[in-house]
């Protein structure tokens, strides 16, 4: 004959030292690391014209308009034909939101040059350059 015993106090207290060993085993969420704060987006530049592959007649003085923009703001643009700087312009009122300038070249140099605007903050943060090429061809 099988003797009945009662395990009931037994069974309770393994499962109160389970419930108590799973709680001081759980441990508190880390913080998590602060949100990186967002960086201003690069300021920005623009051939406006001349058009890209545009030709031009040696020895005619032309426009180049440029238009820079930044949230932060611009403090000058620089002009470069074949990777040389032609001409640079400051904003006269600080740095501003937009600002647009024009600059000129005396066109020399029969066949293609390569025009590149760069915008920069007071940081001197620079854009990254705005291309374009223009063909210069012989007068009539």
Not at 31 to 43: G, L, R, Y
Not at 80 to 95: C, F, I, K, N, P
Not at 105 to 123: C, N, T
Request: proline fraction near 11%; aromatic fraction near 6%.
């Amino acid at each position: 004959m099988i003797k009945a015993t009662c395990h009931a106090p037994a069974i309770l207290l393994l499962l109160c030292l389970g419930w108590l060993t799973a709680c001081n085993l759980a441990r508190p969420a880390a913080p998590s690391p602060p949100a990186p704060s967002p960086s201003p987006a690069m300021p920005q530049a623009q051939i406006l014209a001349p058009p890209h592959n545009q030709q031009v007649i040696e020895g005619v003085i032309f426009d180049i308009e440029i238009l820079a923009s930044d949230p932060v703001g611009i403090d000058r643009v620089e002009l470069y034909v074949d990777e040389r700087l032609l001409q640079s312009s400051e904003s006269e009122s600080g740095a501003e939101g937009r600002y647009r300038v024009t600059m000129n070249w005396f066109a020399k140099g029969v066949g293609w040059h390569k025009f590149s605007a760069i915008a920069y903050r007071e940081d001197e943060t620079a854009s990254h350059p705005h291309t374009i090429a223009l063909e210069v061809i012989p007068p009539g």
